[in-house]
């Protein structure tokens, strides 16, 4: 069982930075694939940023250029750090993994909350 522990969030103004973080607890070594989705109120999911074990990046085009995501080598640990905030990037933003080995195997956090004011 794998357990996504994220911390992060909160209110900021528009313009202004928050830096989300997520850890996977598991009792093996497995390794993951570990991104970010965010969902806002009446939308769907919707992808942020993904980063793979060996550092490889992916990134939703609403967030280029103002949003960073990093992972401490391959370890299962994950940041996000979102600068020049919007109102429209509100959201709760949830921590996801993907096993590499079995990627059937996904996991997801309990999400937490971004508020951007204008």
């Known amino acids: 069982q794998v357990q996504l522990v994220e911390s992060g969030g909160g209110l900021v103004q528009a313009g202004g930075s928050l830096r989300l973080s997520c850890v996977a607890r598991?009792?093996?070594?497995?390794?993951?694939?570990m991104g970010w989705y965010r969902q806002a109120p009446g939308k769907e999911r919707e992808l942020v940023a993904t980063?793979?074990?060996?550092?490889?990046?992916n990134y939703a085009d609403s967030v280029k250029g103002r949003f960073t995501i990093s992972r401490v080598g391959v370890q299962n640990i994950v940041s996000l750090q979102m600068n020049s905030l919007k109102p429209e990037d509100t959201a709760v933003y949830y921590c996801h993994a993907v096993d590499v080995r079995s990627p059937k195997d996904s996991y997801w956090g309990q999400g937490t909350q971004v508020a951007v004011s204008s």
């Open positions: 980063v793979s074990p060996g550092g490889s990046t």
């Open positions: 598991e009792s093996g070594n497995n390794i993951y694939t």
